[in-house]
């Protein structure tokens, strides 16, 4: 596996975040309560997303985002073609042989960009054009951004296989803890 293309409309930046600065927001994360309501560890900040109804509800505010994610979303805003401040992020936790499966994110819940930042290990992202079926995959490394936009947002699934390791260059890669934290703009709350 290796990044060939990334679907149109997705953007990788590499070292978004320093190796200092990726401790220190992985440890303020751990310093929150992790919900266990899925497979894998989540947290949600901003607005709480109902994964079995697939909606963002109007009772689903959990306030502002926190003070100590200002300089990651400033530079969400100013640095990148993501372009705002987000209003919502929900970290996922990973642990070796989790994954998440393939979907698109929720179109009538979120604003047409998505961003996550990877931390604190690798592990492959897969995707797949819905209408063609044509497959591509890349290396999310830590303290890598990656932005869904355009197709990339909503003609491609995007997935991460559950496994142990990940195969790059040939060579087996296993994987750590990983978590990421995914930024969006909640279109409706009601
Ligand atoms: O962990 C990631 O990098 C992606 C997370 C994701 O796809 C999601 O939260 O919908």
Redesign the pocket.
Known sequence: MNAIHLPQGATYLPDFVTAKEECELAAALDTGEWSVELKRRVQHFGWRYDYRARAVTADAFLGALPDWLSPVCARLEGETTFGRLPDQM?A?E?LPGQG?SA?V?CVPCFADK?A?L?LLSACE?RFRHRASGEKCALL?EPRAL?ILAGAARYDWT?E?PARMADIVDGEKRPRAR?V?M?FRNVLRSG
């Open positions: 929900i996922n990973y998440i979907h994110d998505v996550s990877s992202m999310l990656l995007h991460i990983r990421s995914t």
